[in-house]
């Protein structure tokens, strides 16, 4: 069956735009996260929804990051006033329900110049 | 707060020798631990899983993790290593359902088979 996707897979902006990632979980999933993952180093957790609320947002490192999964499916992942520290690669993963293993989409690599 | 090590960035093994990827890891409560596989331009990939049970856990691939409480560690292992397990190997934990639902990742340890 189909996988988490992810799109765009590759987006390059200028300091201080605005993005939006998107994430597709996988059918049924109601639980999704967002990470982000730097060069050289593990995945990092930013928020976790479960069905359409997100249930931990502890992760996000300030306001200018914000996320919403409005029909408890899809999930946007909104980054304002961007800055070049915010390049990275940002992962989503799904899961059935909490406490089983997250399934992840291949990633959005964000490039701030 | 719970965290994970992977106290080599690579390991290094010849082909058809056995392989240890070391992770340790620090929770409250009794931990969920994972052992993800990422290759080149891919996402990662899900290999294995302890949540209880047999301390020995099997996952895909012919990898394995045993599970020591005592020393709070989940090393990955594979009796015969190939040179397409070369990849970038993660461990991750995260609490009971009580607590926090996220993963903690380690840094990841890569693999390198040689031929």
């Known amino acids: 069956g189909a996988g988490v996707s992810q799109t765009p897979s590759n987006k390059v902006t200028e300091k201080g735009k605005y993005v939006e990632l998107r994430c597709d979980p996988i059918s049924g999933h109601t639980a999704l996260y967002w990470y982000r993952q730097s060069l050289g180093q593990g995945p990092e957790f930013l928020i976790y929804?479960?069905?359409?609320?997100?249930?931990?947002d502890s992760g996000l490192p300030n306001d200018r990051f914000f996320a919403v999964r409005p029909e408890g499916s899809v999930s946007t992942l909104k980054i304002q006033r961007t800055e070049r520290g915010d390049s990275a690669v940002y992962l989503c993963?799904?899961?059935?329900?909490?406490?089983?293993?997250?399934?992840f989409g291949p990633g959005t690599r964000l490039t701030v110049l | 707060a719970q965290s994970v090590a992977q106290p080599e960035d690579q390991v290094n093994v010849a082909e058809g020798n056995p392989l240890t990827v070391k992770c340790t890891y620090s929770v409250s409560g009794n931990p969920y631990l994972f052992w993800y596989v990422q290759y080149p331009n891919r996402g990662l990939q899900f290999l294995l899983k302890y949540i209880t049970g047999d301390n020995l856990v099997k996952g895909s691939y012919g990898f394995e993790a045993e599970f020591n409480k005592s020393q709070t560690s989940f090393h990955l292992k594979k009796p015969s290593a190939l040179v397409s397990d070369s990849a970038l190997y993660f461990c991750a934990v995260r609490g009971p359902l009580t607590g926090r639902r996220a993963l903690t990742f380690g840094s990841g340890t890569r693999l390198q088979v040689q031929p």
């Open positions: 993963a799904s899961s059935p329900q909490v406490g089983n293993e997250q399934f």
């Open positions: 929804f479960q069905g359409t609320g997100a249930a931990d």
